[in-house]
């Protein structure tokens, strides 16, 4: 499956995406990027087996940046070399039967400063230098938030695995338990019942 993003040119963007990897699939997506721009890839796999999936960076000359097999997450940073499309790729090929949740993170450019200094005389004021700390702790409450949701996902999806296999190992101890049961009861009442004898008589 391929994935194209029109973005409206801007300083900088990001793209945030969770999506579902089936078994023995590969999902790629591509982005148009400025030479010069630095940009950072950040992925962490949700759910499924064992939380681990391919990842794989090209530039536009197919040219491997980033390349990382069976990994449960991971953050990339790296400068575009040149104009063009950059891809890059989620793998799950080589699982067999168990599909992933994965969810990444692209950020292309960095964000522009909240009060630009171009042709500023001054210095920042009090209040300017202020409103610039509470933004940058913003972005840190709202990198925080998104991490603690993917560790909260994740533990919940290992919670949910592990309360099926607990409901199917109790459901198969319960028949157990009931099949050595009836067993048992059949073997105590063979113990007393009464075994009829016959007797034959041979004439002299």
Not at 113 to 139: D, G, W, Y
Request: charged share 25%.
């Amino acid at each position: 499956l391929l994935l194209v993003w029109a973005l409206a040119a801007c300083a900088a963007r990001a793209s945030e995406i969770t999506f579902e990897l089936p078994d023995n699939a590969k999902q790629c997506f591509y982005e148009e990027i400025a030479q010069g721009t630095k940009c950072t890839l950040e992925f962490q796999v949700i759910t499924g087996g064992h939380y681990d999936v391919d990842c794989r960076l090209e530039d536009p000359d197919g040219i491997v940046l980033y390349k990382e097999m069976k990994k449960q997450y991971d953050s990339f940073t790296f400068t575009a070399s040149r104009n063009g499309t950059y891809k890059f790729c989620f793998s799950n090929e080589f699982s067999t039967f168990t599909h992933k949740t994965v969810y990444f993170d692209f950020q292309v450019g960095e964000d522009p400063p909240l009060f630009p200094s171009e042709n500023r005389v001054t210095a920042l004021t009090q209040m300017e230098s202020a409103c610039v700390s509470i933004h940058e702790a913003l972005k840190s409450v709202i990198d925080y938030q998104t991490h603690f949701r993917l560790r909260e996902a994740q533990g919940r999806s290992r919670a949910e695995d592990l309360n099926t296999r607990v409901a199917y190992w109790s459901i198969g101890e319960a028949i157990i338990l009931l099949v050595v049961s009836i067993g048992q009861v059949f073997l105590l009442k063979s113990f007393f019942s009464d075994k009829r004898t016959t007797t034959t008589r041979v004439g002299s």
